[in-house]
């Protein structure tokens, strides 16, 4: 039931900007925390940013300064702005959502992806 679907993702040059959308398809307060991970080629998947139902963010530390998560609670999205993209950006980017069950156990639910590509 739950549908997560991102845009906003596509080719720009090193030094550019992008900002992507991940709109949910209820609200959002019923997530305890949604982020977005990125994935490159032969690489594990990592969390590059989270923010929290109480609005708590969390950045790795490759992507601090650089990168914004925000939410818009009335329109059921979560934003990721990215300035200053570099080339180790490139990456398929995944919306994610989790809500807590009890302790240590949660439900994650993803979207599809989209593709970040940076050219030096």
């Known amino acids: 039931q739950v549908q997560l679907v991102e845009s906003g993702g596509g080719l720009v040059q090193a030094g550019g900007s992008l900002r992507l959308s991940c709109v949910a398809s209820?609200?959002?307060?019923?997530?305890?925390?949604m982020g977005w991970y990125r994935q490159a080629p032969g690489k594990q998947r990592e969390l590059a940013a989270a923010?929290?139902?109480?609005?708590?963010?969390n950045y790795a530390d490759s992507v601090k300064g650089r990168f914004t998560i925000s939410r818009d609670n009335a329109k059921n999205t979560v934003y990721l702005q990215m300035n200053s993209l570099k080339p180790e950006d490139t990456a398929v980017y995944y919306c994610?959502?989790?809500?807590?069950?009890?302790?240590?156990?949660?439900?994650?639910?993803w979207g599809q992806g989209t593709q970040v590509t940076v050219s030096s």
């Open positions: 209820g609200s959002i307060f019923r997530f305890n925390a």
């Open positions: 994610n959502a989790k809500i807590h069950r009890g302790g240590s156990l949660f439900s994650d639910y």
């Open positions: 923010i929290t139902s109480g609005g708590s963010t």
